[in-house]
């Protein structure tokens, strides 16, 4: 019997070759070992703070199915999700997890919100009223979370309204305020002047709040140093091995890979364009990699590349072949031309994302960020979730 190991990230899929269907024409394997890791690193570098979990939109598209169990048996109990529904799904996967909704509450949906027992992230004075009047009674306060805005300009009560709410016995009387939370605008920027003015105006509203636990920091904001962690860390990003600060790198791993196969290998004379709108044409005899992955898959339509126009890559066996042509729904094409020495043939598969192609990579080609890159990835492709049994041989 052979050790256990956890994923290889440089064997592609050919490592999961039982489980990836013949037909599969994409897969996105996610390594839920990696996930697992990831929260326990974090949580080791912040401490004693506690790390939460956010798994809004899907878990940022990895599955929170899959994605919100592994966390709380990592040791996660808090997560932080974008709506109601979310919650609802959260709740049912971590039955012993708080679960907040960033969104809050708007007017008529308390109601479901108080049924649910998710706890609402309240962002506004008239938020925070209608709250409150939902409290049968001061006896039975209602938990939820204050969101305080200070300087990011989205959400959040202002200076203004957190001063007539210290002013209100009344309402505070019939709100259990679990958390005080706030969120920075340029935590990407770890140079920037707005994290440090956000930080002290955040500290600075305390004496007006009721003292509860706080909240400042999400993936960039916890590598901004001790004191932006607080009492709560809040990564979504970072645990999914998203990398946004080069300069910082967060201590994790990257969880999700991407690949797709190879329909056909064709040769392009001279002259001869490819593709939708004829913006790729061949130079010189050209080899072309057809590949089963398009926009419907993810892969962003800026990707695309023209003659005089830069667009994305993808990889085999670690060398990077650029896309040639515009990216279609279902379809991409691939200058193979350099890659001589590498056997590409029909039913290969192409490294979409993976050990040599990261998700910052991916985003910066198609003209946005990695989180895009994340949220929008294949659900045609077949998903694979692995851990570490799934390398162990079975004994016999
Ligand atoms: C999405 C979100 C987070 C998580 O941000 P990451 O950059 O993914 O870590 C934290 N807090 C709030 C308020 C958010 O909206």
């Not at 990011?152 to 202002?158: D, E, I, K, P, V």
């Not at 019939?174 to 706030?182: A, F, T, W």
């Not at 790729?280 to 898959?297: K, L, N, P, S």
Request: with cysteine; proline share 6%; glycine share 8%.
């Amino acid at each position: 019997m052979s050790e256990a190991t956890t994923t290889d990230f440089n064997s592609g899929p050919h490592r999961l070759h039982g489980r990836i269907p013949r037909h599969a024409t994409g897969v996105v394997i996610i390594d839920l070992e990696r996930l697992a890791g990831n929260w326990r690193a974090l949580q080791s570098l912040v401490s004693p703070a506690k790390c939460a979990a956010v798994v809004k939109a899907n878990a940022y598209g990895l599955g929170v199915a899959e994605v919100a169990p592994v966390l709380a048996g990592a040791g996660a109990d808090t997560f932080f999700v974008a709506t109601l529904d979310e919650a609802i799904e959260v709740q049912r996967l971590a039955p012993d997890a708080q679960v907040y909704v960033l969104n809050g509450v708007f007017p008529g949906a308390a109601g479901a919100m108080i049924e649910s027992r998710a706890i609402p992230v309240l962002s506004s004075l008239p938020e925070v009223e209608e709250w409150g009047t939902m409290a049968p009674s001061r006896l039975h306060p209602l938990p939820c979370a204050l969101h305080v805005d200070t300087g990011l300009n989205r959400l959040g009560l202002s200076a203004r309204e957190i001063q007539q709410l210290a002013h209100n016995m009344h309402l505070l009387d019939r709100l259990d305020v679990k958390l005080v939370m706030s969120h920075l605008a340029c935590a990407d920027e770890p140079g920037h002047l707005k994290n440090e003015q956000q930080r002290e105006i955040f500290e600075r509203l305390q004496p007006l709040l009721p003292s509860v636990p706080l909240s400042l920091a999400a993936s960039d904001g916890l590598m901004l140093g001790a004191k932006y962690h607080f009492d709560l860390v809040r990564p979504g990003y970072a645990l999914y091995g998203g990398q946004a600060v080069a300069e910082h790198p967060t201590p994790v791993k990257p969880v999700v890979e991407a690949y797709a196969r190879v329909l056909q290998v064709r040769e392009l004379a001279p002259g001869h364009s490819i593709g939708y709108s004829a913006t790729f044409v061949a130079e010189r005899v050209t080899r072309i990699a057809v590949i089963a992955a398009g926009y419907a898959d993810g892969c962003l339509r800026h990707l695309s590349a023209g003659n005089n126009e830069e667009g994305g890559h993808v990889a085999f066996a670690g060398k990077l072949a650029p896309i040639a042509g515009r990216v279609s729904m279902d379809l991409i094409t691939v200058d193979i031309t350099g890659l001589e020495d590498t056997q590409i043939e029909r039913g290969d598969w192409a490294e979409i994302i993976g050990p040599n192609i990261t998700i910052e990579d991916v985003g910066r080609a198609s003209g946005t960020i990695g989180y895009e890159v994340l949220t929008r990835l294949s659900h045609r492709f077949t998903r694979i979730y692995t851990c570490k049994s799934d390398f162990q041989q079975p004994q016999d």
